[in-house]
């Protein structure tokens, strides 16, 4: 095992409660300089609780945090600036119709009453050359991709003088060629000196880029160890408490009947065209993914599918009728189901129970009503149902929705909407920011819904989930349809150049 140097924060014995649960008890582990630290663990494990905490945005109610060697209380985000705590939060911090420097000076500024433009843009540029960052300064944010924003959150940190920099699911959704470019900068910031710390999801790139790990579950610290003793079968097992379960691929079976038919569609906005020319099929019994760095019309086409987006030219049929022709009850009714891409926007009220929101779109459904009403034994039952089927947790049907862990959420969210029979699945990022075993619980459900004749569009920005469930992949890039692979002929490396506009020749 490498030797770690001298750490630089080091959490002892941090507990912190909301309400009755526990989302940190007796947290203790180091940071070290000039490493990359990764922290993993299911949702709910409380991984963002305990990097809250360092970054000032949470007080913990037992404990201590040493930085550098000595006891620090971190009452806000900017102490913890001050300190040279940085972070970039999952969902970006920037103003988009502002231009980058404009971004990354904002809350810092040189001087109170003037700003001057050629000096601050002269010093930024320094920065930007000496890290090896690729955005234009002077260009505004709206027009960025999601990478290049990502490296303005970086560079925030950067002029901020941050020495230790958190990074919360920062490939979330990146292309592979921009996560391997990111943790390419991470390494040189390494080597000037600065501590990384990155939550994530993904096991792989835990394995590849980090240093050292620290795992979490149900709020304690299960290990901290050096990467280089893990492979991913053990760090899933320490996060997962047992060992992971394959997944069961069932019998192929023909694919005959196109549940789906999208022809000849376009979608223009004021200013742009988000969808040309798409045309594909989803046959029943198959499982069709879709690629793409985010922005490039996968929102768009799932919005014109779900019905949401209306406006468009060309046909979407469901079963050879017209989806324009349906009203939404009606479509559900007819076996047509959406697992939408925000569940807490889209799919979910959070102050809910889950018995309340185990109904949402069932609510005309004669098995649960009681004359004009809705029955509360029937519909606690139809709840309680769902939740042991689908393994939530805690399982009690009165717990508010935002009691749960993503992870949690997103299993009623998938229980409910394939619990009538599913005749197409529209999976928009099912599996966005939760942890594998509900991600593995997730995807086995998919292949047994495709067993029995659904015909699932997966929509993802997680390549290994297209690469694993799909058995044709399409690459949206610029709105338009660029490649097509069956699961034989697709791999991660040709993906993602198709999903940038490259290709293999």
């Given at each position: 095992?490498a030797?770690?140097?001298?750490?630089?924060v080091?959490?002892?014995?941090?507990?912190?409660?909301?309400g009755?649960?526990?989302?940190?008890?007796?947290?203790?582990f180091?940071i070290h300089?000039?490493?990359?630290?990764?922290?993993?663990?299911?949702?709910?494990?409380?991984?963002?609780?305990?990097?809250?905490?360092?970054?000032?945005?949470?007080?913990p109610?037992?404990?201590?945090?040493?930085?550098?060697?000595?006891?620090?209380?971190?009452?806000?985000?900017?102490?913890?600036?001050?300190?040279?705590?940085?972070?970039?939060?999952?969902?970006?911090m920037?103003?988009?119709?502002?231009?980058v420097?404009?971004?990354?000076?904002?809350?810092?500024?040189?001087?109170?009453w003037?700003?001057?433009?050629?000096s601050?843009?002269g010093?930024?540029?320094?920065l930007?050359?000496e890290?090896g960052?690729q955005?234009?300064?002077?260009?505004?944010v709206?027009?960025?991709s999601?990478g290049?924003?990502?490296?303005?959150?970086?560079l925030k940190?950067?002029?901020?003088?941050?020495?230790i920099?958190?990074?919360?699911?920062?490939?979330?959704?990146l292309?592979?060629?921009?996560?391997?470019?990111?943790f390419?900068?991470?390494?040189?910031?390494?080597?000037?000196?600065?501590?990384?710390?990155v939550i994530?999801?993904?096991?792989?790139?835990?394995?590849?880029?980090?240093?050292s790990?620290?795992?979490?579950?149900?709020g304690?610290?299960?290990?901290?160890?050096?990467?280089?003793?893990?492979?991913?079968?053990?760090?899933?097992?320490?996060?997962?408490?047992?060992?992971?379960?394959?997944l069961?691929?069932?019998a192929?079976?023909?694919?005959?009947?196109?549940?789906?038919?999208?022809?000849?569609?376009?979608?223009?906005?004021?200013?742009?065209?988000?969808?040309n020319?798409?045309?594909f099929?989803v046959?029943?019994?198959?499982?069709?993914g879709?690629?793409?760095?985010?922005?490039?019309?996968?929102?768009?086409?799932?919005?014109?599918?779900?019905g949401?987006?209306?406006?468009?030219?060309?046909?979407?049929?469901?079963?050879?009728r017209?989806?324009?022709?349906?009203?939404?009850?009606?479509?559900?009714?007819?076996?047509?189901s959406?697992?939408?891409?925000?569940?807490h926007f889209e799919?979910v009220?959070?102050p809910?129970?889950l018995?309340?929101?185990?109904?949402?779109?069932?609510?005309?459904?004669k098995?649960?009503?009681?004359?004009?009403?809705?029955?509360?034994?029937?519909?606690?039952?139809?709840?309680?149902?769902m939740?042991?089927?689908?393994?939530?947790?805690?399982?009690?049907?009165?717990?508010?929705?935002?009691s749960?862990s993503?992870?949690n959420?997103?299993?009623?969210?998938?229980?409910?909407?394939?619990?009538?029979?599913?005749?197409?699945?529209?999976?928009?990022h099912?599996?966005?920011?939760?942890?594998?075993?509900?991600?593995?619980?997730?995807h086995q459900h998919?292949?047994?819904?495709?067993?029995?004749?659904?015909?699932?569009?997966?929509?993802?920005?997680?390549?290994?989930?297209?690469?694993?469930?799909?058995?044709?992949i399409?690459?949206?890039?610029?709105?338009?349809?660029?490649?097509q692979f069956?699961?034989?002929?697709?791999?991660?490396?040709?993906?993602g150049?198709?999903?940038?506009?490259?290709?293999?020749s």
């Amino acid at each position: 095992m490498a030797e770690l140097r001298t750490p630089i924060v080091e959490f002892s014995k941090i507990t912190k409660s909301f309400g009755a649960v526990v989302a940190n008890r007796d947290v203790s582990f180091s940071i070290h300089h000039s490493t990359i630290h990764g922290v993993v663990g299911e949702n709910g494990a409380g991984k963002s609780t305990i990097m809250k905490i360092l970054y000032g945005m949470l007080e913990p109610d037992k404990g201590d945090i040493y930085f550098k060697g000595r006891a620090t209380k971190i009452r806000s985000p900017e102490e913890a600036i001050s300190l040279g705590i940085g972070m970039v939060h999952q969902h970006f911090m920037l103003v988009p119709t502002l231009t980058v420097w404009e971004n990354i000076i904002l809350g810092k500024e040189p001087t109170p009453w003037l700003i001057e433009r050629e000096s601050i843009i002269g010093e930024l540029e320094t920065l930007r050359k000496e890290f090896g960052f690729q955005v234009e300064l002077t260009q505004k944010v709206e027009k960025l991709s999601v990478g290049h924003q990502q490296q303005v959150e970086l560079l925030k940190l950067l002029y901020r003088k941050s020495d230790i920099l958190i990074l919360d699911e920062p490939t979330a959704v990146l292309s592979p060629q921009e996560v391997e470019s990111l943790f390419e900068k991470l390494q040189n910031l390494k080597k000037v000196g600065k501590s990384i710390i990155v939550i994530t999801h993904k096991l792989k790139e835990i394995l590849k880029h980090t240093d050292s790990v620290t795992i979490l579950r149900q709020g304690s610290v299960v290990e901290s160890l050096a990467t280089e003793d893990l492979s991913e079968e053990s760090l899933a097992e320490k996060m997962m408490g047992h060992k992971r379960a394959p997944l069961k691929y069932h019998a192929e079976q023909l694919h005959q009947t196109a549940t789906l038919k999208v022809s000849s569609l376009v979608l223009k906005k004021p200013t742009t065209q988000q969808l040309n020319n798409i045309s594909f099929e989803v046959n029943s019994g198959e499982i069709v993914g879709v690629a793409g760095i985010e922005g490039n019309g996968q929102q768009e086409l799932i919005e014109c599918i779900a019905g949401i987006e209306r406006h468009f030219k060309g046909q979407i049929l469901f079963n050879g009728r017209d989806i324009l022709e349906f009203d939404s009850y009606e479509l559900k009714q007819s076996g047509f189901s959406i697992i939408p891409p925000d569940r807490h926007f889209e799919a979910v009220v959070l102050p809910f129970s889950l018995t309340e929101n185990a109904i949402l779109g069932h609510h005309k459904e004669k098995e649960i009503q009681n004359g004009f009403f809705l029955s509360k034994r029937k519909t606690a039952s139809l709840a309680s149902h769902m939740i042991q089927r689908f393994d939530v947790r805690p399982s009690d049907p009165e717990l508010s929705m935002s009691s749960l862990s993503g992870g949690n959420q997103q299993k009623l969210v998938v229980a409910r909407e394939t619990l009538r029979p599913v005749q197409f699945l529209l999976a928009a990022h099912p599996t966005r920011g939760i942890d594998i075993g509900a991600v593995d619980f997730i995807h086995q459900h998919f292949l047994e819904l495709k067993a029995n004749g659904t015909a699932i569009l997966l929509v993802s920005s997680e390549l290994d989930e297209i690469l694993k469930l799909s058995d044709r992949i399409l690459v949206l890039f610029q709105g338009k349809i660029v490649a097509q692979f069956t699961k034989e002929t697709a791999n991660e490396r040709a993906l993602g150049l198709s999903m940038t506009g490259g290709s293999l020749s």
